[in-house]
């Protein structure tokens, strides 16, 4: 781990996830910031540097895929991003693929979230 704790954007507008995905992180190894629609997300993204991103996939206003879109445009496809979504149809897995960006399903498994984040940031960009 580097000496900071990652630095998280959620996205999600689910009142329940805000509590809960504070306290699967909870420890200090994340650094949450925490946003309820798309527009939020992108000005805090565009405030701060994260380490990753967790975007919910069905938001009002700007959903989880058109912010992920906006993140590629200015960060590329090596920053990683997670849509959080109980969707796992052909067409969703698709745009996910175009997009670069990972998949976090839904029901989320709250007990195994750090560590499966860990390892996704643990891993070199490419």
């Known amino acids: 781990m580097s000496n900071r704790p990652w630095r998280i954007l ?3 507008d689910d009142p329940t996830a805000a509590l809960l995905f504070p306290a699967a992180l909870a ?3 994340f650094e949450l910031t925490l946003v309820d629609n798309g527009l939020d997300a992108l000005t805090a993204f565009r405030r701060q540097a994260f380490d990753m991103a967790l975007l919910d996939v069905e938001m009002p206003g700007l959903d989880g895929m058109a912010v992920c879109a906006a993140i590629r445009q200015s960060h590329g496809d090596a920053f990683p991003v ?6 796992h149809d052909a067409e969703f897995l698709a745009r996910a693929q175009t997009l670069a960006a990972g998949h976090l ?22």
Do not use: Q
Request: hydrophobic share 45%.
């Open 10 to 12: 959620v996205a999600d």
């Open 27 to 29: 420890g200090g190894e």
């Open 105 to 126: 399903g839904k029901p989320v498994a709250w007990a195994a979230l750090a560590s499966m984040l860990r390892s996704r940031l643990a891993r070199p960009p490419g």
């Open 82 to 87: 997670l849509l959080v979504t109980g969707r």
